[in-house]
């Protein structure tokens, strides 16, 4: 993986977990980041992607499809390191806005 790949990729990954941040500033940055990448790793199996940067090459619906599987994954995640389960509907919005900006080709 190109290291202007992985850079971005984590740009995106500190961008998202400051948005949970923002919503409950009581969760720990690194754990948060910690689970974004395992939500990561987990959509890039259940896609049957090579890695992240593959996703980064397809189009915007498949990113799209990949996101979607990302906010399932991760969000649970996010309610056992102590986000209220009712900010997670905000939450999945929040993360979709951010997202967003990174659709574009």
Request: charged share 30%; hydrophobic share 35%; aromatic share 6%.
């Amino acid at each position: 993986m190109s290291m202007t790949g992985v850079t971005r990729q984590e740009q995106k990954i500190d961008e998202l977990a400051r948005e949970v941040g923002k919503l409950h500033p009581g969760l720990n940055h690194l754990s948060v980041k910690g689970a974004f990448r395992f939500a990561v790793s987990e959509c890039v199996k259940v896609h049957g992607f090579a890695d992240w940067k593959e996703v980064s090459g397809k189009p915007a619906e498949v990113r799209r499809q990949f996101f979607d599987c990302l906010c399932k994954t991760v969000i649970p995640k996010m309610v056992k390191l102590g986000l209220p389960p009712e900010q997670c509907p905000e939450l999945e919005k929040k993360l979709k806005d951010v997202n967003r900006k990174y659709l574009q080709p």
